[in-house]
């Protein structure tokens, strides 16, 4: 089945710095999907992105597509402390539509 | 507009006992569903409903858990019995299929905590 994989697990960073996590899809996408969950929260929805290369932005994080569809990273510039939480990537694709497959996240903490 | 709601929160039971847990959707979504989240994990479906009709429910593990969703809006999710490793977050989320091809936002709910003991 779909398997969709992120790294860096943690990522550690002093506020101001950027911060990026990657996520690869075992095979090739239809769209993807990114969540942010806060500590004891739920998974909110930022942003999805459908086309193959397409890149997409709000305010300081960027989110890529990869140009196959099997691969996708958001950047954060310039963290600052309310960005503290875990990132999931999700896929969707192939006879899967509707189902999302979730990463297994990367949880980023920011050091004031 | 109000957010996908879910009750209990927290639940804490001992083994081999019966749990519900209870979801209602974002009105008018017409597809709801049901994830497990395990500690540092991503979350997994459970079961996907589209209106009434569970649509994807091959990830449920079927001796233990049912679900349902009567007249397509509520849902509620059972453990019967629970076992020790059923303590996670169960999430409920919901979202409006338009039929367009793209992949719909889902809205997660606040999750029900089991733990069992």
């Known amino acids: 089945g779909q398997q969709v994989m992120q790294i860096p697990q943690y990522q550690h960073v002093q506020e101001g710095e950027d911060f990026t996590t990657y996520c690869n899809s075992s095979?090739?996408?239809?769209?993807i999907q990114w969540y942010k969950q806060r500590p004891g929260g739920h998974p909110v929805f930022l942003i999805q992105?459908?086309?193959?290369?397409e890149v997409k932005k709000q305010k300081r994080l960027t989110f890529q597509f990869g140009e196959a569809k099997k691969n996708s990273s958001l950047h954060i510039t310039a963290t600052q402390t309310t960005d503290v939480g875990t990132y999931f990537c999700?896929?969707?694709?192939?006879?899967?539509?509707?189902?999302?497959?979730f990463g297994q996240g990367t949880i980023l903490t920011v050091h004031p | 507009e109000a957010g996908v709601v879910q009750s209990p929160r927290y639940k804490i039971i001992e083994k081999k006992q019966p749990v519900a847990f209870w979801c209602n959707p974002i009105?008018?979504?017409?597809?709801l569903y049901w994830y497990l989240q395990n500690l540092g994990q991503g979350p997994e479906l459970l079961i996907r409903?589209?209106?009434?009709?569970?649509?994807?429910d091959s990830q449920l593990p079927k001796d233990r858990f049912s679900a349902e969703r009567l007249k397509g809006v509520d849902s509620t999710l059972k453990i019967q019995p629970a076992e020790l490793g059923d303590s996670a977050v169960y999430l409920c989320?919901?979202?409006?299929?338009?039929?367009?091809?793209?992949?719909?936002?889902?809205?997660f709910g606040p999750g029900t905590r089991l733990l069992v003991l």
């Open positions: 989320a919901s979202s409006l299929r338009t039929g367009k091809g793209n992949q719909e936002t889902q809205y």
């Open positions: 095979t090739t996408l239809s769209n």
């Open positions: 992105l459908v086309k193959s290369g």
């Open positions: 999700a896929g969707s694709g192939g006879t899967s539509y509707g189902k999302l497959t």
């Open positions: 009105s008018g979504h017409n597809t």
């Open positions: 409903y589209e209106n009434e009709e569970a649509v994807d």
